[in-house]
């Protein structure tokens, strides 16, 4: 008996968390375009296309600026797999899960990684990373500069100082940050980063554009052995991004449609004027929050504006709550990770989803939710956003 299976009907949701974000229409539409060949010349016009536009986001002129095929732990794999060789000396702050991350993938090389524990929901000090090395020359010093886990945005202004110090290249997780927050690789000195689709770029999972510029390039020609990813080895994916057009793998074609009219949304918007959206509805976000009763994790000078970390308040169950968001009002927020679980929920405003609709769905939702429990919400958390709006 064959079994018989009806057409997808996911539900329509509003996505709050920590990614996938809101999809704007076009990107939809432009994911169901007719799919093409990865070596048809009109493919090769929209992949330049692409690289010309992501270059411009990420404020960098590296020629080494392109997607990834994965998501952005196969951008975070790929920085670390093309620049270590095994026995080389990493550091890297640790102030949440991708810092976690970073340093077990840069273990994975062989390499020698010092992790500097951070406090989890606040930003690294260069002073604290510049102890740990104690001296020491290092092949790379990682950051985070968008903690999703925490809602943590790192201070980027001491790190490529702090970076020469260490003899080390730069390396960045920019996952959440491109295209929310300022994020200026050339300016600012960056060596390597890589990004994600389904945060702030409003794109569906799938791909991860990283850049790297001159000094990684060096570094990853100077290299004694085979990056050991054949499918992550820049050296040959490189030849596909650039001119030679040479075979390596079967490019996604659909999702990169779609990346190009993200891209193409964000220029369109202006990154400044992208920026300021982002900072406005968080801060109209906050506000409610705090009128509702409910803690910001970070500090504000320390706050991520695409996402925002709260605690869970005394007498409310986390798991229940977010439930109750879902299936009231199909609203997704995210829960908290690590020692963070089940006492914090994470709320994103990211790209296409930061808008004054979402903020205001959002805290009458949970208003709703922590009146289910009981809870007692004094504050009018709708009148306080629209008072941050009226500010803004
Ligand atoms: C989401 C995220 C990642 C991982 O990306 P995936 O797409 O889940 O693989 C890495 N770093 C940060 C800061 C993130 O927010």
């Avoid at 999809?23 to 690289?51: C, N, W, Y």
Wanted: hydrophobic share 40%.
């Amino acid at each position: 008996m064959t079994q018989h299976f009806s057409p997808l009907t996911p539900p329509q949701r509003v996505l709050m968390g920590p990614g996938p974000s809101d999809v704007a229409a076009s990107v939809s539409s432009a994911l169901a375009k007719p799919t093409i060949g990865h070596l048809d010349p009109a493919f090769l016009e929209i992949m330049d296309q692409i690289r010309g536009m992501l270059r411009e986001v990420f404020q960098t002129s590296n020629e080494l600026t392109f997607p990834m095929s994965g998501t952005g732990s196969a951008g975070m794999e790929t920085c670390f797999v093309n620049l270590l060789e095994p026995g080389d000396a990493v550091l890297v702050g640790v102030n949440g899960v991708f810092g976690t991350r970073m340093a077990e993938v840069a273990r994975r090389c062989g390499a020698e990684v010092t992790e500097v524990p951070g406090q989890w929901g606040r930003s690294m000090e260069m002073d604290a990373l510049r102890a740990a090395a104690a001296g020491k020359k290092f092949k790379v010093l990682a950051l985070v500069h968008a903690e999703t886990s925490t809602g943590v945005l790192q201070d980027l202004s001491g790190a490529r100082g702090l970076a020469d110090e260490l003899g080390a290249l730069l390396l960045v997780d920019c996952v959440t940050s491109l295209a929310g927050h300022p994020l200026k690789i050339d300016e600012w000195g960056i060596d390597a980063v890589y990004s994600g689709t389904q945060k702030c770029l409003s794109c569906p999972p799938g791909l991860s554009p990283i850049s790297l510029g001159t000094r990684a390039q060096e570094v990853m020609s100077a290299r004694t052995r085979p990056v050991q990813s054949w499918y992550l080895d820049l050296s040959l994916i490189s030849g596909y991004w650039g001119d030679e057009r040479a075979y390596h793998h079967t490019a996604p074609i659909n999702m990169l449609y779609g990346l190009h009219e993200a891209l193409r949304l964000v220029l369109e918007e202006g990154l400044e004027a992208r920026f300021a959206r982002h900072h406005r509805h968080a801060r109209a976000l906050v506000a409610g929050l705090e009128a509702m009763g409910l803690e910001p994790r970070v500090p504000s000078e320390e706050r991520l504006a695409p996402l925002t970390a709260v605690a869970v308040p005394e007498g409310i169950d986390d798991g229940a709550a977010r439930a109750h968001l879902l299936n009231e009002f199909d609203l997704e927020i995210g829960g908290g990770l690590g020692p963070m679980k089940g006492n914090t929920w994470r709320i994103g405003l990211m790209g296409a989803g930061s808008t004054r609709r979402n903020v205001m769905l959002c805290l009458s939702a949970l208003r709703s939710a922590l009146r289910a429990q009981g809870g007692r919400v004094s504050g009018d958390p709708l009148a306080a956003a629209e008072e941050a709006y009226s500010r803004a």
